[in-house]
C-alpha cells in the first residue's frame, strides 16, 4: 500500500531535478517513439533514447511497500514519517535520470516508458513537480498495428491495450494531451505549440530538424481503417474515440462482423472457463483440497 499523501512539494525541492522531468504517457505502438525522436532536436532537452522501465519496475514496487497489510514487513515499521520515505525514494528515482542528463546534455529529463501510462497516481507521488503528456494516436490504426506483425497479439487484446491505457489517463491528472494525428499533419506549428506549453526553447533550426521526423505524415493518415481490432475498439470503446475527437464508424463492415465474432468467441471461452472453476471448487469442498487436485 503507497503512502497516503504525494511527495510534499517543498520536500521534492531538495532534488536536483525540481521542475526539470517531463513523462510522456502513450500506449505502444502509437507512433510516440517518432515524437520522441523529435524531441532529442531540441538542445534544452535530454532525451532518454530507451524506455527506463522507472516506475513500471522500480518505484511502483517500492511505493507499494510503504505498509504491507497484515504483516510486520512494510517499511512504515522502521520509517515512521512517510513524507521522509518519499523524499528518499525521490532522490533514488533521480539518480538514473540525473545520470542520462549528464550523459545526453540539457537541461531537462524527457523520459518514455510504454507501461507508465497507467501509473500517473505513482509518478505523481515522487514528482507532483513534473510534467506529465499525455500523446494519443487513433486507437484504431494502434490496436491493428499491435495485432499484426512479427510481436502481434490477439485482435481483442490489441483493442484492450490501447482502451484501458486511455481510460486510465482520462482518469488522471496530466497537463496535457498532444494528438500525433497534429503532429503528422502540421508538425511545425505542432511542435511549437508543444514547446510553448513545456516552456522549451524552439530555435527555428532544431524545430526545423524535429518537423522533419514527420514527413511522412501523409501516407499514415491516408491508412484505411480496415482490421479486426480496429473495429472491436469501435465497437467497445466509442466513448474514448469521441472523446479525443476522432470520427466513428470507420470501419468496413466485414471487419466489424469479425469483430463480434472474436468478442463473442472470447466470451464463450471465459463462460467456459469460469463454469469449469465452479465445478472445481464444488468438488474440492466435498472431497477436500488435498483428496482432488486439478
Known amino acids: 500500500m503507497r503512502p497516503p499523501e504525494p511527495l510534499d512539494?517543498?520536500?521534492?525541492?531538495?532534488?536536483?531535478?525540481?521542475?526539470?522531468?517531463?513523462?510522456?504517457?502513450?500506449?505502444?505502438?502509437?507512433?510516440?517513439?517518432?515524437?520522441?525522436?523529435?524531441?532529442?532536436?531540441?538542445p534544452q532537452l535530454a532525451v532518454f533514447p530507451t524506455q527506463t522501465d522507472l516506475f513500471s519496475s522500480g518505484m511502483q514496487r517500492i511505493l507499494?511497500?510503504?505498509?504491507?497489510?497484515?504483516?510486520?514487513?512494510g517499511m512504515h515499521h522502521v520509517c515512521s514519517d512517510a513524507q521522509e520515505f518519499l523524499i528518499a525514494?525521490?532522490?533514488l528515482a533521480d539518480a538514473p535520470l540525473e545520470?542520462?542528463?549528464?550523459?545526453?546534455?540539457?537541461?531537462?529529463?524527457?523520459?518514455?516508458t510504454p507501461d507508465h501510462i497507467k501509473m500517473v497516481d505513482d509518478i505523481r507521488a515522487l514528482y507532483p513537480d513534473a510534467r506529465i503528456v499525455h500523446v494519443v494516436s487513433d486507437g484504431r490504426h494502434v490496436a491493428d498495428r499491435l495485432a499484426y506483425g512479427r510481436d502481434a497479439i490477439p485482435a481483442r487484446y490489441?483493442?484492450?491495450?490501447?482502451?484501458?491505457?486511455?481510460?486510465?489517463?482520462?482518469?488522471a491528472a496530466v497537463d496535457g494531451?498532444?494528438?500525433?494525428?497534429?503532429?503528422?499533419?502540421?508538425p511545425v506549428g505542432a511542435l511549437k505549440a508543444l514547446a510553448g506549453g513545456l516552456d522549451i526553447d524552439a530555435p527555428g533550426s532544431a524545430l526545423a530538424s524535429a518537423a522533419s521526423h514527420f514527413s511522412s505524415g501523409s501516407q499514415l493518415l491516408a491508412t484505411p481503417v480496415t482490421g479486426r481490432a480496429a473495429a472491436i475498439v469501435e465497437i467497445v470503446a466509442p466513448d474514448v474515440l469521441a472523446h479525443f475527437d476522432y470520427e466513428l464508424d470507420k470501419s468496413a463492415r466485414s471487419a466489424r462482423l469479425a469483430a463480434w465474432a472474436e468478442?463473442?468467441?472470447?466470451?464463450?471461452?471465459?463462460?467456459?472457463?469460469?463454469?469449469?472453476?465452479?465445478?472445481q471448487e464444488r468438488l474440492a469442498e466435498r472431497f477436500g483440497r488435498d483428496e482432488w487436485r486439478p
Open 177 to 186: 494531451t498532444v494528438k500525433l494525428e497534429a503532429l503528422w499533419t502540421d
Open 89 to 91: 525514494a525521490r532522490l
Open 9 to 42: 512539494i517543498e520536500l521534492a525541492k531538495e532534488s536536483s531535478l525540481f521542475g526539470k522531468v517531463i513523462f510522456v504517457l502513450a500506449t505502444v505502438g502509437s507512433g510516440v517513439d517518432v515524437l520522441m525522436r523529435a524531441l532529442s532536436e531540441f
Open 263 to 279: 468478442i463473442t468467441g472470447a466470451g464463450t471461452v471465459v463462460a467456459a472457463g469460469n463454469a469449469r472453476r465452479r465445478v
Open 99 to 112: 545520470a542520462a542528463r549528464t550523459t545526453l546534455g540539457g537541461d531537462l529529463v524527457v523520459e518514455y
Open 158 to 171: 490489441a483493442a484492450r491495450r490501447w482502451v484501458d491505457d486511455q481510460r486510465s489517463v482520462m482518469a
Open 64 to 73: 507499494d511497500h510503504w505498509v504491507q497489510d497484515g504483516t510486520n514487513q
